[in-house]
């Protein structure tokens, strides 16, 4: 189903499906050998939604083995970068709480359990903002199991099309004091004004000294819906129903490192090779270019003191 200006959706459906395929490729890469990353609650939280391709996934009852060569690749390769990309987020809240910033706000926070799962300094505030349906499951679900926050956590149930920065203050935020912006999977998924539109509102709330991190894929200005469509293809036959070409806002758009940097950020990026070398992990390789998004770069940025 195609996106319009009003869709909602949970952690099952939408958008929120591929928030459950993020937290699925966490499960499966902090499980495997030597792992980068730790995160004990993606695999509950993908179990207690229940979509069937994920639970077997991590039941190991799909052989990737017997995929087509080019599935079973970008399979491996989607967990192998979701551990590279969870890594790069982790360590950008460890750099900014490090260095005194005290309130964290995750944007489109899906299934991310950061709140809980990250060893915060104490007096961190972490904010989390998603559609309510997520965050009512995400906060359920995890208090279900005992899982207790490592931060003060206050999760915001607020449409980010909406006016999220009233309801970030009406939840304790202070634009006075510097934050840690995290924006993670998120911009393929607004409309280009709409990510002008949040890097402008993140830069009006932000005080010195604030930090931001995210990502981007140059490759959603001429993104081909038909061959990420015939890449997901050889999946449906086992479950696999996410039809990201129905999902993501193709087309022109502002690059967001220049973006940043127009608005006083202090802006570095670095390619998804950068990363995997960076720690100490193969980079993988594809038997094909047909990767619809391409390259992924990730922006870590400082607002000036």
């Known amino acids: 189903?195609?996106?319009?200006?009003?869709?909602?959706?949970?952690?099952?459906?939408?958008?929120?499906?591929?928030?459950?395929?993020?937290?699925?490729?966490?499960?499966v890469a902090s499980?495997?050998?030597?792992?980068?990353?730790?995160?004990?609650?993606?695999?509950?939280?993908?179990?207690?939604v229940g979509l069937d391709f994920f639970v077997k996934l991590l039941d190991g009852e799909l052989d990737l083995t017997r995929f087509p060569d080019s599935s079973a690749e970008r399979a491996q390769a989607m967990i192998d970068g979701m551990a590279v990309r969870t890594k790069f987020f982790d360590d950008c809240c460890a750099a900014a709480t490090t260095a005194g910033v005290a309130q964290v706000v995750i944007l489109a926070s899906g299934l991310d359990a950061r709140a809980y799962r990250l060893p915060w300094p104490p007096g961190t505030v972490v904010y989390e903002l998603d559609q309510p349906?997520?965050?009512?499951?995400?906060?359920?679900?995890?208090?279900?199991?005992?899982?207790?926050?490592?931060?003060?956590?206050?999760?915001?149930?607020?449409d980010l099309r909406g006016d999220w920065p009233t309801?970030?203050?009406?939840?304790?935020?202070?634009?006075?004091q510097p934050t840690a912006w995290?924006?993670?999977g998120l911009l393929i998924y607004l409309p280009p004004e709409a990510q002008d539109g949040l890097f402008d509102q993140i830069t009006e709330l932000s005080a010195p000294g604030s930090t931001i991190a995210t990502e981007y894929a140059p490759g959603i200005v001429d993104f081909?819906?038909?061959?990420?469509?015939?890449?997901?293809?050889?999946?449906?036959?086992?479950?696999f129903d996410i039809d990201m070409s129905s999902l993501v806002y193709a087309g022109a758009r502002n690059q967001v490192m220049g973006y940043l940097g127009d608005k006083g950020w202090q802006v570095s990026g670095a390619p998804r090779e950068e990363l995997f070398t960076r720690y100490g992990r193969a980079l993988p390789v594809m038997s094909d270019d047909t990767d619809p998004l391409g390259e992924i770069i990730y922006v870590s940025a400082t607002l000036a003191r």
């Open 167 to 176: 309801a970030l203050r009406e939840a304790g935020f202070s634009p006075a």
């Open 182 to 184: 995290l924006a993670e």
């Open 1 to 27: 189903m195609a996106r319009t200006a009003d869709d909602s959706w949970d952690p099952a459906s939408s958008v929120g499906a591929t928030a459950t395929m993020v937290a699925a490729g966490r499960a």
């Open 31 to 48: 499980a495997g050998p030597d792992p980068l990353i730790n995160d004990p609650y993606a695999e509950p939280l993908v179990r207690a």
């Open 224 to 239: 081909d819906a038909g061959k990420a469509t015939a890449l997901s293809e050889p999946l449906r036959e086992h479950g």
């Open 133 to 158: 349906d997520v965050i009512e499951f995400k906060t359920r679900t995890l208090r279900d199991i005992g899982a207790e926050p490592t931060a003060t956590h206050r999760p915001v149930a607020v």
